[in-house]
């Protein structure tokens, strides 16, 4: 059940941020200075779902922490990185490179070694 719970968290956190992404990325960029546009951000339906997705995230990952061993579960969230190029590449339309790939594959070994001790 602890695995569900954390592969739960992440898929949240990770949906969380293609939403905060999409949002921003449909203001277009920045002008007329940072703060006009973190008001308009903040207002936006897709930021809105994805910081709703963070605030569920955090309130699973309450649960996690009073099962797990923080030293245990935390490295876990890396997975994160795993399914965010997934599904940058996917959703994004953002450009998945061989790099970013080597990357990704180094934090899965890590966290398969931590999973084993």
Partial sequence: ?????????????VLGQLLMKHGVTQLGEVSGGAVP????AVFSPWV??????????TLLWLLI?????VSYAYPMLSLGYVFLLIFAGVFLG???????IA??????VGVILITRS
């Avoid at 059940?1 to 956190?13: D, E, Q, R, T």
């Avoid at 779902?49 to 569920?56: D, I, N, Q, S």
């Fill in 48 to 57: 809105l779902a994805g910081l709703f997705g963070y605030g569920v995230g």
């Fill in 103 to 108: 990357g990704v594959l180094l934090i899965v």
């Fill in 65 to 69: 922490l009073s099962k797990a061993d």
């Fill in 1 to 13: 059940m602890l695995y569900i719970m954390i592969f739960a968290s992440v898929i949240i956190g």
């Fill in 37 to 40: 546009f973190l008001l308009k």
């Fill in 94 to 100: 953002e450009q998945v490179t061989p790099v970013r």
